[in-house]
């Protein structure tokens, strides 16, 4: 009952717990429906130093930069795709956490799905040859048929070693 105990709050404090984030309140815009954009754009933009972390989530130095050039712009009257097109012009597509689909990261794209339908079709053409191969050794000649028959004739006893 203990564990069981233990268990439930344990579950409960991960629910309840807030998604941390690294923005920090003097970071937060007055008007809520930019703020709220601001957060959006910021769960997109990679933070540089960490690179797998969104700037929203990271604390580094470099992030707080980027969230506040984000709402300076946003404060700006920019759009979001202006926003994001400002970014990548001065960070590149890296700023991006998911890059576009563009000339530049087509094999980004499409490495992964070529890799398995390359890596789906070498093993549909190794089992295609190992059936093959079964089906071509499964029957005997009408020679070697014949020599099984002279050797299975001439099977020595069950306490006798066959010679080699």
């Not at 717990?17 to 990679?46: C, F, G, N």
């Amino acid at each position: 009952m203990r564990r069981a105990l233990i268990l439930l709050s344990f579950v409960l404090a991960l629910i309840a717990a807030p998604i941390a984030h690294a923005v920090q309140p003097d970071e937060i815009m007055s008007d809520p429906a930019k703020e709220a954009r601001a957060r959006t754009l910021s769960r997109d933009l990679r933070c540089m130093v960490c690179q797998n972390q969104s700037i929203d989530d990271s604390e580094a130095p470099l992030a707080r930069d980027i969230r506040l050039l984000v709402r300076e712009r946003l404060a700006a009257g920019d759009s979001d795709s202006q926003v994001i097109d400002y970014l990548v012009a001065r960070y590149g597509q890296f700023v991006l956490l998911k890059p576009r689909f563009e000339r530049e990261t087509l094999l980004l794209w499409l490495l992964t799905p070529l890799l398995l339908i390359g890596g789906g079709i070498t093993l549909w053409l190794q089992a295609r040859r190992r059936n093959l191969r079964n089906v071509e050794t499964a029957g005997l000649t009408p020679d070697e048929e014949a020599r099984l028959a002279a050797l299975m004739a001439s099977d020595p006893s069950p306490g006798q070693a066959s010679p080699r």
